[in-house]
């Protein structure tokens, strides 16, 4: 069984900087691609980011794209969500998830098998 878990989130005003990590349990990390998904109350989980199992290729929302950078250290079984000048509208729940092998797309919430708990960050104005 795989467990993700994530850290980093809390409250910041907006312009500012967090970090989120997503520790993850198991030998074979580096081969699976991971993302980065959202969900703000009321609204559908959403796309963040996501980055192939070697690191090599980053894939990023537009609303997201220029501020947040994914990275991941598999030498740590951890991946990052390192997200500056945030925006009141980035307040959400954020979810780390490993994807399938057998997937195609990024984006795709579907094709991710395992999920963190989620870490809350809020941006005030």
């Known amino acids: 069984q795989v467990q993700l878990v994530e850290s980093g989130g809390g409250l910041v005003q907006a312009g500012g900087s967090l970090r989120l990590s997503c520790a993850a349990s198991?030998?074979?990390?580096?081969?699976?691609?991971m993302g980065w998904f959202r969900q703000a109350p009321g609204k559908e989980r959403e796309f963040v980011a996501a980055?192939?199992?070697?690191?090599?290729?980053?894939y990023y929302a537009e609303s997201v794209k220029g501020r947040f950078t994914i990275s991941r250290d598999n030498a740590k079984n951890t991946v990052y969500l390192q997200m500056n000048s945030l925006e009141p509208e980035d307040t959400a729940n954020y979810y780390c998830?490993?994807?399938?092998?057998?997937?195609?797309?990024?984006?795709?919430?579907?094709?991710?098998?395992?999920w963190g708990q989620g870490t809350q960050v809020t941006v005030s104005s």
């Open positions: 998830a490993r994807r399938s092998l057998f997937g195609s797309t990024y984006a795709n919430p579907g094709q991710y098998t395992y």
């Open positions: 198991g030998r074979t990390f580096s081969t699976y691609p």
């Open positions: 980055i192939s199992g070697s690191g090599g290729s980053t």
